[in-house]
């Protein structure tokens, strides 16, 4: 049996085939061409014991040429394939597709749920990579890294996975700070489930906005939408909740726009003027956040960017598991016997941008002398 350490590479000898590694190392030839491709299905001794050979042979590993992404889907969770979520996704979604045009690759676009049969489906779509956007179950994600193709996370994050996401700490100080800056004392925040990463992110830059002026958070002032309602539903039993408080809040800050909007119908319902008596903000700057009673103060995000950022880091992802493949010994043991290495994770963060509107400011309102996205601050992000 070879020695399972690689040694020193000899050059390059032309005509050393598979089937002449695998009379060396006593394996099959399929065995060798898993093993060189660093598929699945081997244990580790092998794995090495293989490319140790191959090097000893002088095997040009220039033949293992990266496979080219031709065919990538792009999933989002059914949840989110709603009206109040689509336009947040879609143009997420137009963003990877003008993208995977660019570089003659096919994008899919399939609407998942847990139950779906999901591995099924990839098997048949025979997709080279997979974009996930919006949320997903761990356990979804594990079956389907386990189907050994490259994966990216958009508008959430895990760690261990490549991932694009907003800015969303950021928004969520930013919309707090400039509720703060217009004279609001008693600002509230309506969230939806935290178990969403951008929506946990975004309470996080809430609560740190107010640390940051010295104000005690209040947790009667944060009202989550209750489980098992729409959006719409929830939205509004939850500004409801904090309009009943003792003292209500003078400020609102929502976690997106679609839930904004149904505040500000609320507030209006209940006699209320925005933004004289409430001030709303949302997140997202989806195209209807300027079509309320009042246009809407959000957090801008550039959605179709977000989406060709996932190919772009799909992409790099596919190229560096080539370089993987071809120099197995000068990458970091990120895997388990018999499965793919995993490239150390890449997380992008896009920027948000403050969008002031009518339901925050007066008119003739003036913003303070130094600008919000200007101020320092202390935040710091989850890993």
Request: proline share 7%; net charge neutral; charged share 20%.
């Amino acid at each position: 049996m070879a020695d399972a350490t690689p040694t020193a590479p000899a050059p390059a000898t032309p005509g050393i085939t598979i089937r002449d590694i695998a009379r060396l190392a006593g394996v099959s030839a399929g065995t060798v061409s898993r093993a060189l491709k660093n598929e699945p299905g081997l244990t580790e001794a092998t794995r090495q014991m293989v490319q140790a050979a191959a090097h000893s042979l002088g095997y040009d590993f220039c033949k293992l040429r990266p496979k080219r992404l031709r065919r990538l889907a792009f999933l989002l969770h059914r949840q989110h394939n709603t009206a109040a979520s689509s336009p947040f996704y879609s143009p997420v979604l137009h963003g990877a597709e003008e993208a995977c045009r660019k570089q003659g690759i096919v994008l899919s676009f399939m609407a998942v749920g847990p139950a779906d049969g999901l591995i099924d489906q990839i098997r048949m779509h025979a997709p080279d990579g997979i974009l996930c956007a919006g949320f997903f179950e761990p356990e979804t994600l594990a079956a389907l890294r386990a189907t050994g193709k490259q994966l990216v996370l958009i508008d959430m994050q895990l760690r261990g996975y490549h991932s694009v996401n907003p800015d969303n700490m950021m928004g969520g100080y930013l919309a707090t700070r400039h509720l703060i800056d217009t004279g609001r004392t008693r600002v509230g925040f309506i969230s939806g489930p935290l178990a969403h990463y951008s929506i946990r992110e975004r309470a996080r830059g809430y609560r740190q906005a107010l640390f940051e002026e010295g104000i005690l958070a209040d947790p009667r002032l944060e009202a989550n939408l209750p489980d098992g309602v729409d959006l719409e539903t929830g939205a509004w039993e939850a500004m409801e909740q904090l309009l009943a408080l003792p003292h209500p809040p003078d400020a609102v800050f929502c976690y997106n726009d679609s839930a904004a909007l149904v505040a500000m119908r609320c507030c209006l319902a209940r006699g209320l003027k925005v933004p004289h008596d409430v001030a709303i903000v949302g997140f997202d700057d989806i195209s209807s956040a300027v079509l309320g009673h009042r246009p809407l103060t959000t957090l801008r995000i550039d959605k179709k960017a977000l989406g060709a950022m996932g190919v772009a880091l799909l992409l790099d992802a596919q190229t560096a598991h080539a370089a993987a493949r071809k120099n197995p010994a000068d990458q970091p043991q990120q895997h388990q016997a018999g499965q793919l290495p995993q490239a150390l994770p890449v997380q992008q963060i896009a920027p948000v941008e403050l969008i002031v509107r009518a339901s925050t400011v007066f008119d003739g309102w003036r913003a303070p002398h130094a600008s919000i996205n200007d101020r320092p601050s202390t935040l710091t992000r989850t890993p």
